[in-house]
């Protein structure tokens, strides 16, 4: 981990910081040992901004990421789109009724 990272005011220090844009670069770059820490944060809401992380991650086959978003509590499934709970017919996370 860079030492800029954990300076104050980065994005690591303020992880909620610009609509939680700390985790929503780490499941755009794919950096899962990031997306675990900050995770671990309660002021991290990892379905902002329109649920963006679990998007960037599920955009760039980081299906890893994706299982570890989905799999936080403060992610709300039912209101997730079918497009992010299903690809190519292929059920990713099983929602009652499915």
């Given amino acids: 981990m ?3 990272c ?3 005011n980065s994005l690591l220090a303020l992880p909620q910081s610009g609509n939680n ?4 670069w780490a499941s755009y770059f ?13 002021r991290v809401d990892p379905a902002a ?4 992380a679990i998007k ?4 760039w086959g980081y299906t890893e990421i994706v299982s570890l978003l989905l799999a936080d509590s403060r992610v709300d499934l039912l209101s997730l789109s079918d ?3 299903k690809e190519e017919g292929r059920i990713i996370v099983n929602r009652a009724g499915e």
């Avoid at 899962?32 to 900050?38: F, Q, T, W």
């Avoid at 960037?56 to 955009?59: D, G, I, K, P, V």
């Fill in 2 to 4: 860079c030492i800029k």
């Fill in 6 to 8: 954990i300076q104050p």
């Fill in 21 to 24: 844009r700390a985790i929503i």
């Fill in 30 to 42: 794919g950096d899962i040992e990031i997306v675990r820490l900050l995770l671990t944060d309660s």
């Fill in 49 to 52: 901004n329109n649920s963006a």
């Fill in 56 to 59: 960037n991650a599920r955009y």
């Fill in 83 to 85: 497009q992010l709970i």
